[in-house]
C-alpha cells in the first residue's frame, strides 16, 4: 500500500500591534545592537505587543479569520517558544492562593473553545524553541498517517516577550507575533513531502557566539539530509524559505550548500523580522500570494532555534489555491 499524501492548505498569522523601526527600538533599549547594525542585517521594523496584547490574543488573532475554512478539524498543536506563553493563568493568583491550577490554564483549550472545535484533541509543544511550528507540521503530517480519525490538524505557534525584554536574539531583531496551518489529508496547495530535525542537548545553554558557530555546520547537515528523505538533491529545490535572519548568515549558508543565494529568501525580513518560530510560513504565505511559487516547485523551509533545535520541511506546490488569512 502506498502512504497518503498530506497537505498543507491554509495559513494565517498575526504580529504585534505597536510598529518600530530599529532607530525608535534603539533609543528605547529594547536592543543590543545599534540600529546601523540592524539594518545592515536586513532589518527595518519590528512589531512588539502593546500592553492588552497576550499571546493569546496573538494566536486567537492568526487564527479567527480562518474559521469559516477550518472544517473537521480532528487535533490542534499549539506550540510555544517561551513556556509562560503556554499558560493564561496568574501566576499573581498561583501566589496568592498556592493552588497551582493557575499555572495550568492552557491556551490551547480556550482556542479549542472559542473556535467550536468540539472534536479537536490538543497537544502542546514547548521545547523546539523557534523550530516549533515546523515540528508541529511534522508532527501533525505523522497523526494523520497513522490515527485514521484524524482527518485535519490545526498547528499554530504563538509568542510573546515579556514586558521589559530586549527583542534581539542572536544578533537577529525579534517580533512578537502568530502563524497557524492547517494540515489535510485532503489534496490543497503544497503537499508535505519530508520533514526533519536534529537537537543537540549539549548545547543548550550556548552563548550567543557558541550558538552561531554551530549554525553553518547543523543547518548544512539537518538540510542536505532533510532533501535526501525527499528524495532530491539542493538543486532540485526552487527555493529555500528561511527564517527572518541576518542576511549575511543566509548569504554564507547558501555558500556553504552550493545553492543559488538570490533563491534563498526571506521576503518579509525587513517589514516584521523574525516571528519567533512563524516567520517560515509567514515568506511562504508572502510567496505565494504574489505568485513567486510556481505549480511543481520544490519549496524548503528551514528554522534553527534555542535548544539546539533545527528543523526542515520540503513543500511541492500544486495548482490549488492557499487558503489565507490576512
Avoid at 493568583?93 to 473553545?113: G, I, N, W, Y
Wanted: charged fraction near 20%; charge should be negative; glycine fraction near 8%.
Amino acid at each position: 500500500m502506498t502512504t497518503p499524501d498530506v497537505f498543507i492548505e491554509r495559513i494565517g498569522w498575526s504580529v504585534g500591534p505597536v510598529r518600530r523601526t530599529v532607530e525608535e527600538s534603539e533609543a528605547a533599549g529594547l536592543v543590543w545592537s545599534s540600529s546601523s547594525a540592524l539594518r545592515e542585517a536586513g532589518f527595518a521594523f519590528h512589531h512588539i505587543s502593546g500592553p492588552e496584547t497576550t499571546a493569546y490574543t496573538l494566536a486567537r488573532d492568526a487564527v479567527a479569520p480562518m474559521r469559516d475554512g477550518l472544517g473537521d478539524i480532528g487535533m490542534i498543536l499549539y506550540s510555544t517558544c517561551i513556556p509562560a506563553n503556554a499558560n493564561v493563568g496568574s501566576e499573581e493568583r498561583f501566589r496568592e492562593t498556592q493552588d497551582v491550577k493557575h499555572l495550568m490554564d492552557f491556551p490551547a483549550s480556550h482556542l479549542q473553545d472559542e473556535l467550536g472545535l468540539d472534536r479537536a484533541r490538543v497537544l502542546g509543544i514547548s521545547q523546539q524553541a523557534c523550530t516549533g511550528l515546523l515540528g508541529a507540521l511534522s508532527l501533525a503530517r505523522s497523526l494523520l498517517l497513522t490515527e485514521p480519525e484524524i482527518r485535519r490538524a490545526l498547528c499554530l505557534t504563538s509568542d510573546r516577550f515579556p514586558p521589559g525584554a530586549r527583542y534581539e536574539q542572536s544578533y537577529n531583531l525579534i517580533s512578537d507575533g502568530a502563524a497557524a496551518a492547517v494540515v489535510s489529508l485532503e489534496p490543497s496547495a503544497y503537499r508535505l513531502v519530508a520533514a526533519h530535525g536534529i537537537t543537540n542537548g549539549a548545547l543548550a545553554r550556548a552563548s550567543d557566539e557558541e550558538a552561531a558557530g554551530t549554525f553553518f555546520a547543523v543547518g548544512h547537515r539537518v538540510i542536505t539530509e532533510t532533501i535526501a528523505r525527499a528524495g532530491l538533491a539542493i538543486g532540485d529545490v526552487a527555493w529555500c524559505v528561511m527564517q527572518n535572519m541576518n542576511r549575511q548568515a543566509m548569504e554564507i549558508l547558501a555558500r556553504l550548500l552550493r545553492y543559488d543565494p538570490a533563491r534563498m529568501v526571506a521576503p518579509t525580513q525587513s517589514e516584521i523580522a523574525h516571528v519567533i518560530s512563524g516567520d517560515n510560513l509567514i515568506n511562504l504565505e508572502r510567496m505565494d500570494a504574489a505568485g513567486t511559487v510556481r505549480p511543481g516547485d520544490r519549496v524548503l523551509l528551514f528554522m534553527a532555534g534555542y535548544g539546539l533545535n533545527w528543523q526542515c520541511v520540503v513543500l511541492e506546490k500544486r495548482e490549488e489555491a492557499l487558503g489565507r488569512s490576512r
